[in-house]
């Protein structure tokens, strides 16, 4: 691909917000983006980047519009798009009324290969370019997520859901065909292109012993892969963890037992740890993918930010689909602000857009890659639109500081502030075909 360079206001992220005092140092009025192989080479000013161009270098230019990095949706499940907007009194309800009926389709690989290509598609669609992804207990949904990623080269982690206990016949494996065919699945997929593989135990409740003893082994055996779960979202599932492993001080110590808390570990939701939880998985390096779209329609709780913060934990931004109400992480960073109001733990626009850029990235360990405009990352890049409706473009035309700005988009942006979306340099999603103007 030759060298392209995109104009417009840009930013980016060079650190965690909470760690750095110049978030701004990103933040670029009149900015360029180069790209030349799918990869970044520079971002910066304009007035810099302009004057150095070759005569004929191909400039897109973007007016009334922000360019970011792409989006990384830190948790989610592709077999449960039919079940979004599904009420029920809280977690456990959910799981059996709507979720494992769904789930049960996926058995079928065209079913899969059809919802694969349909959720790639509208993650595209809302900006996301990376996604942790559960898929089901079938084999054959993770060839199929898998398939339908490379076909887009986007960066997708996932990995065959391990459940032996506690789910409908249809939805079980054992403890040794789900390793067996993890195995055969790491063999497939992990490290090829853009893919990577995680060890996927649904949450301690759905896995025996034995399972749970084969997961770390897997995490054991493959240094490269992560390790994704559900941890301590809701109170009756905690009770039903209590119930399950008497020998086990708390839920993280059932996931302690079996290796599954490392440095490349991803826990969704953690509402609900205790303070001796909190600081063990600080000091062992494992991630947390707060949802709060979830949290919220589930009734599980308020994530606690501040502990996170407090104890080192990197922390990403999950939409949960179908637990969540959106694919949007516009959306999401909006849920995430007023969960943080409830707990009077107010966030900046900083650091709702680091949760779902390089926070995400790093809690995925992925920012070697993805997550900033840092020369050589790999260029995956959005254009948002700060006139995709009418009020978003009144609300941007009166903001008079960057983060304003990104603060009003954070609140009333959607998948229709999605006017383009890049994956490794190439166009992969647009909504403004008749916009871009020539330099
Ligand atoms: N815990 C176990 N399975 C699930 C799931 O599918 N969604 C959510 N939100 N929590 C879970
Ligand atoms: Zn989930």
Not at 279 to 298: D, E, Q, V
Not at 351 to 365: C, D, I, P
Not at 374 to 393: I, N, Y
Not at 414 to 425: E, I, L, N, S, W
Request: aromatic share 8%.
């Amino acid at each position: 691909m030759p060298r392209q360079v995109y104009r417009a206001a840009l930013f980016h992220l060079l650190d965690d917000p909470a760690q750095t005092r110049a978030p701004l140092d990103g933040y670029f009025a009149d900015g360029a983006l180069m790209v030349e192989d799918g990869h970044v080479v520079r971002a910066g000013p304009w007035a810099e980047i302009g004057p150095t161009l070759p005569p004929g270098t191909a400039v897109e230019r973007f007016d009334n519009a922000l360019i970011v990095p792409g989006f990384v949706d830190a948790h989610v499940h592709y077999p449960q798009l039919d079940i979004i907007a599904s009420p029920a009194p809280h977690l456990m309800d959910w799981l059996d009324t709507h979720t494992f009926p769904s789930e049960l389709r996926f058995a079928d690989r065209a079913v899969a290969d059809e919802a694969a290509a349909f959720f790639l598609d509208e993650l595209l669609r809302h900006g996301t370019t990376t996604a942790l992804v559960y898929a089901t207990v079938h084999k054959a949904s993770v060839d199929a997520l898998f398939t339908a990623a490379k076909t887009r080269n986007m960066r997708i982690v996932s990995g065959k859901v391990l459940m032996d206990r506690n789910a409908p016949d249809g939805l079980r494996d054992t403890a040794e065909t789900g390793r067996h065919e993890s195995e055969d699945l790491i063999r497939a997929w992990h490290g090829k292109g853009r893919l990577t593989y995680a060890v996927t135990p649904r949450f301690v409740v759905t896995s025996t012993e034995a399972q749970l003893a084969g997961a770390g082994r897997l995490v054991k055996d493959h240094p490269g892969v992560l390790m994704h779960t559900h941890l301590a979202e809701n109170h009756e599932e905690i009770a039903e963890v209590r119930r399950l492993f008497p020998d086990c001080a708390d839920y993280l110590g059932v996931c302690e037992k079996f290796g599954l808390v490392t440095d490349r570990s991803v826990f969704a939701h953690c509402l609900h740890l205790s303070e001796s939880e909190w600081r063990r998985m600080g000091a062992a390096g494992s991630a947390i993918a707060f949802c709060p779209t979830s949290n919220l329609f589930l009734g599980s709780g308020l994530f606690d930010a501040a502990k996170a913060h407090e104890h080192h934990v990197p922390v990403g931004l999950g939409t949960d689909v179908g637990g969540g109400t959106s694919l949007s992480l516009l959306q999401t960073m909006n849920e995430a602000f007023k969960v943080g109001q409830l707990r009077r733990q107010m966030q900046s626009p900083f650091q709702l857009f680091y949760l779902a850029t390089l926070g995400g990235a790093k809690a995925l360990r992925l920012d070697s890659h993805i997550g900033n405009f840092a020369p050589g990352k790999e260029a995956d890049f959005l254009v948002l639109d700060l006139a995709a409706t009418p009020l978003l473009e009144r609300r941007t035309a009166y903001a008079n500081a960057p983060a304003e700005l990104l603060f009003a988009l954070a609140m009333l942006g959607d998948d229709r502030a999605v006017a383009r979306t890049y994956v490794a340099g190439a166009l992969a999603h647009s909504r403004l075909d008749n916009r871009p103007s020539a330099k």
